[in-house]
Structures are given as structure tokens and as C-alpha cells.
């Protein structure tokens, strides 16, 4: 047994099943309603940042979410946010996120460091089926913009 090697696990194990459990809450959700309180994309993201913290991650969370959103839209917006996480998780150091939800829309902003270079197929398939994703590598810092509502999804 690798007592140190199970500490350093530990976080990603934790924002993985976060992960998880938070998906199926909104699954659960959206069986009662089509709609649910923007709040719930917040207590997603914050509970996946808290988790990032166990692994010594800075994380920072500015939001301003009100009104309600349609449940497809906070799950697509909270599975693209948790695969970018997921996929950069190993080499993170640092992630802010601004997350406004105003008028049935999403923008979420996410800035991540990372210890290494950060490579392009790393976000190979990342996708958003109700809104644009943009994404922008600069050696080891990515800046994504996720925009969810009703309409097409585009790639990073």
C-alpha cells in the first residue's frame, strides 16, 4: 500500500465521482420538470472546485446565476465543463470560473493553469450540443468560453 500515492489520487477520485453523482442528480431533475433553478449549475461547479481543492488546486468561482433554465441545458453545460476538468485534472494548478445564467442562458468562463504544456488533442471531441464552445491554448493556460441555449454545438 501507497499511502502518499492514494493522497494524491484522492482529488481526482472525489471531482470524478462528483462528477457522477451531480450528472444523476440532474437527471433525476429533469424527470420531474423541464426546468430547474440556474442555482443548480452553481452547486455543480462549486461541489467539482471544492473537490480540485483537496489536490492543492487554486480555484477561484465568480457567479451570478437567477431565474430558471431548461434541465438539458444545465446538464450539457455542467458535462462540458466537468470533460474539460477531467482531462486536464492530473496537471492542474489553478482554475477560475465566471458562470453567469440569466434569460435561459449559460456563459461560463474558465481560465485553468496547468504544471506542463497543455496539447491540443488533450480536448480532442469536447462539445456542446446547445450552444459554442471556444477554446484557447497558450502553453500551459487554457481559456474556454461556453455559452449554452437552445441552438447547435460546436468543438474547442
Known amino acids: 500500500r501507497e499511502p502518499e500515492k492514494n493522497r ?3 482529488p481526482q477520485i472525489c471531482t470524478i465521482s462528483a462528477h457522477i453523482k451531480r450528472h444523476g ?3 433525476l431533475l429533469g424527470e420531474e420538470s423541464s426546468r430547474a433553478p440556474a ?3 452553481v452547486y455543480c461547479v462549486r461541489e467539482t472546485l471544492d473537490n480540485l481543492q483537496l489536490g ?3 480555484v477561484s468561482l465568480q457567479e451570478q446565476c437567477s431565474g430558471d433554465l431548461e434541465v438539458a441545458v444545465i446538464i450539457d453545460a455542467y458535462d ?3 470533460r474539460i476538468v477531467e482531462r486536464l485534472l492530473e496537471d ?3 482554475i477560475l470560473v465566471r458562470l453567469t445564467c440569466r434569460d435561459g442562458k449559460v456563459r461560463m468562463q474558465i481560465q485553468i493553469g496547468c504544471r506542463m504544456e497543455i496539447p491540443k488533442e488533450a480536448l480532442a471531441g469536447i462539445q456542446t450540443r446547445f450552444g459554442t464552445l471556444a477554446c484557447q491554448l497558450q502553453e500551459e493556460d487554457l ?3 461556453l455559452t449554452a441555449e437552445e441552438g447547435g454545438g460546436r468543438k474547442c
Do not use: G
Open 56 to 58: 492543492n488546486v487554486f
Open 25 to 27: 442528480n440532474l437527471v
Open 39 to 41: 442555482r443548480e449549475l
Open 92 to 94: 492542474m494548478t489553478a
Open 80 to 82: 462540458c465543463f466537468s
Open 143 to 145: 481559456l474556454v468560453e
Open 8 to 10: 494524491e489520487i484522492l
